[in-house]
């Protein structure tokens, strides 16, 4: 008989990792709160990039089932939590899909299974906020009536190279027994699975990883924006510097940071700092200030470059080409593409926008933008293109040789003064 896993929360992590259990022989049952993702996924149809409508359905023909209902828990062997952790009031952790997951496992709770979070959250979120759910609601001991691990969710929406299967998996359980079960769990469909000394290290793992690219992209955005002021080609010292094979990574400036992860997971960490010891997280916040004010130096850009065609901004007709947060998915989780787009409103410009993915758009204040089409002719009425998400369909020296003026935050111009 097959082992039974329940994984609660089917979205870009959640339903991935079904994919991957369900390839490797596990029974899976995809529990979430949404009626609507439920229904979707058991009429065979994706809500993610990463899975096509025929991944779930071959998911379904292999025994998937999608739920809302979590007495699924009480047969399973495995419960995997990933559900969201964004930020709420003043910005502050919203653990608030945490604990309810955690109550519906703590509810349903099999003697001897394990319960593993992926979440994103703050060092002692496990042990500290769900172990206690689960031992108050189920009456059961951790670490001996079930087991727990941390075990932190590296999913990349967009880039097919690096997928579970072969993306090491970190394991940090409550103890021995929870990461023995973790590691055996995992390596049933991860080509490598990494143990670690504790929940916390693992937890503190996942906001490391984040925040050294929060830090190393809010460094090369303040890089560009000095090389701009001393007519230096930031784009060149990248690729100069990229070629040390050692002890350099490359990043790359742009319109800001966006998605689930780098605008929000380090400032689950600066919080915890702040509220334990007291004391900023100094490089993190930061990091945020710079990203933060790298939406409006796009517009600031913007209008130096149209003031350049001798245009006021006020009058001018701005096409801004790809709105999501990166390239190649439908994804438009705290795109930076927003406040740039509020920005240039406010100083009067009649902004469109274009992107294969994206087919309404909505601004923070509820706006709706008018999506073009026909891209050939929304160039022609454009005074100014303002590339923010080089979607591998552009065709960036094209669209860059057909434009009135042109303004690229992705590095793909071969004009260096059209670059930001
Ligand atoms: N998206 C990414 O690229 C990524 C990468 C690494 C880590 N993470 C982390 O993984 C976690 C999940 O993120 P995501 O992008 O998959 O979120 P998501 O919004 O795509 O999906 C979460 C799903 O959980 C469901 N849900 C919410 N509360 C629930 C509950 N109490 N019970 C059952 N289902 C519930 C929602 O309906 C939704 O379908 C977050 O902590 C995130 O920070 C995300």
């Not at 240039?344 to 993915?357: Q, Y």
Request: proline share 5%.
């Amino acid at each position: 008989m097959s082992k039974v896993v329940t994984i609660v929360g089917q979205g870009y992590v959640g339903l991935p990792l079904a994919q991957e259990a369900v390839r490797a022989g596990w029974k899976v049952f995809g529990l979430d709160a949404s009626e609507l993702v439920v229904a979707k996924l058991n009429a065979g149809e994706s809500h993610v990039d990463d899975l096509t409508d025929d991944d779930v359905k071959e998911m379904i023909e292999n025994g998937y089932v999608a739920t809302k209902d979590p007495s699924c828990i009480r047969d399973s062997d495995v419960s995997v939590i990933c559900v969201p952790t964004p930020l709420g009031v003043a910005g502050a952790p919203d653990l608030g899909a945490v604990e309810s997951a955690t109550r519906s496992v703590g509810e349903n709770l099999k003697q001897g299974s394990l319960v593993v979070l992926e979440s994103t959250t703050y060092p002692g979120t496990t042990e500290d906020i769900c172990i206690p759910i689960l031992e108050a609601i189920s009456g059961k001991r951790a670490g001996r009536d079930f087991y727990v691990s941390f075990s932190p969710e590296r999913v990349n929406p967009g880039f097919p190279e690096y997928g579970i299967k072969n993306t090491p998996k970190l394991v940090g359980g409550l103890n021995e027994a929870s990461t023995e079960k973790t590691v055996e769990f995992y390596s049933t469909f991860v080509d490598e699975v990494v143990p670690l000394s504790g929940v916390k290290e693992a937890e503190t793992a996942k906001l490391l990883e984040n925040t050294f690219r929060h830090v190393n992209i809010a460094l090369v955005n303040e890089m560009a924006r000095v090389c701009h002021e001393l007519d230096i080609d930031i784009w060149e010292v990248i690729r100069g510097a990229a070629t040390k094979p050692f002890g350099f990574m490359r990043f790359t400036p742009g319109a800001g940071v966006g998605g689930h992860c780098i605008p929000i997971d380090p400032n689950y960490l600066s919080y915890e700092v702040r509220r334990r010891l007291g004391y900023p997280l100094r490089f993190v916040e930061l990091a945020q200030e710079i990203n933060n004010t790298m939406p409006e130096y796009v517009v600031d850009r913007a209008a130096e470059r149209l003031n350049s065609e001798q245009k006021a901004i006020s009058s001018s007709t701005v096409l801004l080409l790809g709105v999501t947060y990166k390239p190649n998915i439908a994804d438009q989780r705290e795109s930076p593409s927003r406040p740039v787009a509020t920005g240039l409103l406010k100083r009067g410009a009649n902004v469109i926008f274009h992107d294969p993915f994206v087919s309404n758009w909505d601004l923070e204040n509820g706006d709706k933008l008018d999506r073009v089409d026909n891209l050939d002719e929304a160039l022609q009425k454009a005074d100014l293109v303002v590339m923010l998400q080089a979607h591998s369909s552009y065709d960036v020296p094209a669209l860059e040789a057909n434009a009135k003026a042109f303004l690229d935050t992705t590095g793909r111009s071969l004009e260096a003064a059209n670059r930001i």
